[in-house]
């Protein structure tokens, strides 16, 4: 694309759109290799609640990016629709959950693992992750029948605040589980996301081995809905399915969620996506850490939290859309900026050009 072609299309974008936003990695619908794998198949009968042949493909298919033939593999709507049916489904009445203080089902899930009765056990976390030093002090903490009882670990990569688990964290944190009679659970509603981080050294068949149940997301990372849950623990495989009819989570056209897997799965499409979304992100980060803005946190994925004054916040807030995280002080805050897989460049573009402006 020449220099004047593409100064045209950001005039045009800037004139066109009213609002651009940057609240969320969901704001697009699906990737067109969906959309017509939907179309496609549309009129073909198959069976219904996940047997159908779309979505048996779907598990063989990941199976094998897994490396992991036992692997148990179930297609849910969404990513709180997998914490509470993973985590109700496990623990008994009197067990309980770790989670750190920024973790999903503790702040942005309405306390729907505790409407099933089960206690979080809240870990503060200056980085979103857990460790086995502050999951100890939870231990020490519950000694006796007069309390629950610890029972799993929840974590997610990427975290809630955009950080990522290195391998050699999460070998430390699945030893220190089965040591402690714990089982590991990982969020992953932008698994896509932290696996393709430059600075990750994990792997799909890594999770395989290294955690009891995983979910890979497809909502944040270019499907119109769907998580599939991985269950690699054979101990918590029995009678899933009755789980998930009974929490609503068994879908008669189980065949939309197990079809988009295969298209994200079947080349590098999921992984690709990723890619763009942590590229638009590293864009931005980089222009602003440029211009001598801290950040909350350090992420290398498609979540970044630039501190910015208020003042700049109020500008930028005229054109874009994005959540203000948390205040810094009088004059400072923290907002979240979130890319996906359909960025626009010439957003970022647009969004770099005003903040340089102010």
């Known amino acids: 694309m020449s220099d004047s072609t593409e100064k045209n299309s950001l005039n045009n974008y800037l004139e066109t759109q009213e609002f651009y936003s940057f609240r969320n990695d969901y704001s697009e619908g699906a990737h067109p290799n969906i959309l017509n794998a939907l ?8 069976n219904g609640y996940g047997t159908d ?7 063989e298919l990941l199976r094998h990016k897994l490396q992991n033939a036992n692997a148990d ?3 849910v709507s969404g990513g709180t629709q997998a914490n509470l049916v993973v985590i109700s489904s496990i623990l008994r009445p009197y067990e309980s959950v770790i989670a750190a203080n920024t973790g999903h089902i503790h702040v942005h899930e309405t306390g729907a693992v505790e409407a099933t009765g089960h206690k979080i056990n809240v870990v503060d976390s200056k980085d979103g992750k857990l460790t086995p030093k502050n999951i100890q002090r939870v231990l020490e903490e519950h000694t006796d029948e007069h309390m629950v009882k610890p029972r799993m670990v929840f974590i997610s990569n990427s975290t809630e605040i955009g950080t ?3 391998k050699k964290e999460l070998e430390e944190l699945f030893c220190f589980c089965k040591s402690n009679g714990l089982l590991l659970y990982l ?11 430059q600075e990750s050294d994990l792997s799909l068949p890594d999770l395989s081995k290294l955690v009891d149940v995983f979910y890979i997301g497809g909502t944040k990372n270019g499907a119109l809905l769907g998580e599939a849950i991985v269950i690699n623990n054979d101990a918590l495989k029995l009678n899933f399915r009755f789980h998930l009819k009974q929490k609503g989570a068994l879908l008669a056209k189980g065949r939309l969620l197990g079809l988009q897997f295969i298209e994200l799965f079947k080349e ?6 990723a890619k763009h979304a942590n ?3 590293f864009k931005l980060s ?15 994925t498609n979540q970044i939290f630039p501190i910015l004054p208020n003042k700049v916040i109020e500008q930028l807030s005229k054109k874009y859309l994005f959540y203000i995280w948390s205040k810094i002080d009088g004059e400072m805050s923290a907002i979240r900026l979130v890319t996906s897989w359909a960025t626009e460049e010439y957003a970022v573009d647009s969004f770099i050009k005003d903040l340089e402006s102010f």
């Open 268 to 273: 590098n499409l999921y992984f690709n996506l």
């Open 279 to 281: 590229l638009m992100a």
């Open 53 to 59: 042949d779309y979505s048996q493909k779907a598990i």
């Open 164 to 166: 990522i688990y290195k």
């Open 73 to 75: 593999i179930h297609f």
């Open 39 to 46: 179309l496609q198949t549309n009129f073909k009968q198959q």
């Open 286 to 300: 980089e222009t602003i850490e440029g211009l001598g803005y801290k950040f909350l946190t350090h992420s290398s």
């Open 187 to 197: 969020d992953g509603a932008r698994l896509a996301s932290a696996l393709s981080s």
